[in-house]
């Protein structure tokens, strides 16, 4: 381990300056007792440390740190991070730059969005597939198409047993260096899942249920629901091929879980879980993750410029969601600001794609950044309008979304009307992202 550790200082130093070289990091380790490893792009101190023993420190423990200096090092850094406590493990990437270092609570996602795949593969060969070239794979999660149950989506996500694991396979799978069954795939984090707290959860009394055949109807959905025990279902509200069953009491729910899931819906094995709450996160990243939640339902709210309230375009408010008794809100409005242009500041071209889902404040953007995420065509708005008995001109937009893998193509229109073309398509976009 003393000849690992010497090899990593010095290519250290080979790193630094002439005038530097790899002593402090050695001697760093040999004070510290700690090793020291360079493998693909980073460098790992510790993990476990001198003397530890027991499991690696659970989730929620690592920080990120962004924005180091290029020469700084190791030696450096382990004792400004150590007045916070005892380290762990230290993973050094040299790419950042700058003089302020940016700390916040690391996300230590474990699971990556694989985009592009062959609709007719299986989850079973997409799991071997991602075996052979890496590491740590403990599951892959596919969603069955919402007409052709045979057929994928063209996209799964791949859950890896530690954050670094599932970092060092996205290094691995970067497009271009791995085609799959001859297919260029896409490879991006995947949202975080939402967590929600113990306490809420304990709470809720509706199941969601996917999977579900776009034939199947609420009513069949609500009779077999009642099946195990006749009257327990409230209501039942599907969308496309997923639904959400309400119960009057939690512990119906939670006993029908256990006997719906797996079960065959007219002809389709469901899955059914917990519907998780909402909260002030985004309703678009759950659709982006895969996790459609109860927020599916949420409405779109535009201001009314006659008397300044919001007045909510979309489902009718008799649709919206309540779980026990709680209004769910709407999507969060993006921070808007203006600031000046001052001379020398430097405007650099750059792709809206490259951008992170919080910069778009509209529906319209996003369902144009999902569309493209996919590699699907961008979405096309046709326009029709009808005349109210007051004589007023109603819009709505009927969007066609295109698949430029398999040239399949599908059409979404809400059931609303508006008075305004910009309102129109912004209901449109989000009626079609709540139904893909």
Request: aromatic share 10%; charged share 25%; hydrophobic share 35%.
């Amino acid at each position: 381990m003393h000849e690992e550790n010497k090899a990593a200082a010095n290519l250290c130093g080979k790193i630094r300056s002439g005038a530097q070289n790899g002593a402090a990091l050695l001697a760093l380790m040999e004070k510290t007792g700690y090793s020291m490893v360079q493998q693909n792009g980073q460098r790992k101190f510790g993990g476990p440390p001198p003397g530890w023993e027991g499991p690696p420190p659970p989730r929620g423990c690592e920080v990120f740190v962004g924005k180091i200096p290029r020469d700084m090092y190791e030696d450096e850094l382990v004792p400004v991070f150590e007045r916070a406590g005892k380290i762990y493990e230290l993973r050094l990437m040299m790419e950042f730059s700058g003089k302020f270092i940016g700390v916040c609570v690391s996300l230590d996602n474990c699971r990556l969005f694989i985009g592009a795949i062959p609709k007719d593969k299986k989850k079973e060969e997409i799991l071997n597939e991602m075996k052979k070239v890496t590491e740590g794979v403990v599951d892959v999660i596919v969603y069955p198409n919402a007409t052709d149950k045979t057929k994928n989506r063209g996209f799964a996500f791949v859950e890896y047993e530690s954050h670094r694991a599932a970092a060092m396979a996205r290094r691995r799978l970067i497009p271009g260096t791995f085609q799959p069954w001859g297919h260029t795939i896409q490879v991006d984090w995947a949202d975080p899942e939402k967590v929600v707290d113990e306490e809420t959860m304990q709470r809720v009394k509706v199941l969601y249920v996917r999977n579900l055949m776009i034939s199947t109807t609420e009513d069949k959905i609500k009779a077999e629901f009642n099946k195990f025990k006749p009257g327990v279902v409230e209501r039942v509200k599907k969308l496309r091929d997923y639904a959400f069953v309400h119960f009057f009491h939690r512990e119906d729910a939670v006993a029908a879980m256990s006997v719906m899931n797996g079960k065959c819906i007219d002809g389709a094995s469901i899955e059914v879980t917990l519907a998780k709450p909402v909260n002030k996160e985004s309703s678009w990243k759950q659709h982006f993750n895969g996790q459609i939640s109860p927020s599916s339902e949420n409405l779109l709210a535009f201001p009314n410029k006659e008397d300044g309230t919001q007045k909510s375009l979309g489902k009718p408010a008799s649709l919206s969601v309540r779980l026990n008794g709680q209004q769910s809100p709407g999507p969060p409005e993006a921070e808007r600001s203006t600031y000046s242009i001052f001379p020398g500041i430097k405007l650099t071209p750059i792709s809206m794609y490259s951008l992170k889902l919080s910069h778009f404040s509209s529906a319209v953007m996003h369902l144009d950044y999902f569309c493209h995420k996919n590699s699907w065509a961008p979405p096309e708005y046709c326009l029709y309008s009808t005349t109210s008995q007051d004589g007023k001109i109603l819009l709505v937009y009927k969007v066609l979304i295109s698949s430029i893998a398999d040239d399949s193509q599908s059409y979404f229109m809400p059931e609303k009307l508006c008075t305004t073309v910009e309102d129109a398509k912004e209901l449109a976009a989000q009626f079609t992202l709540l139904h893909l």
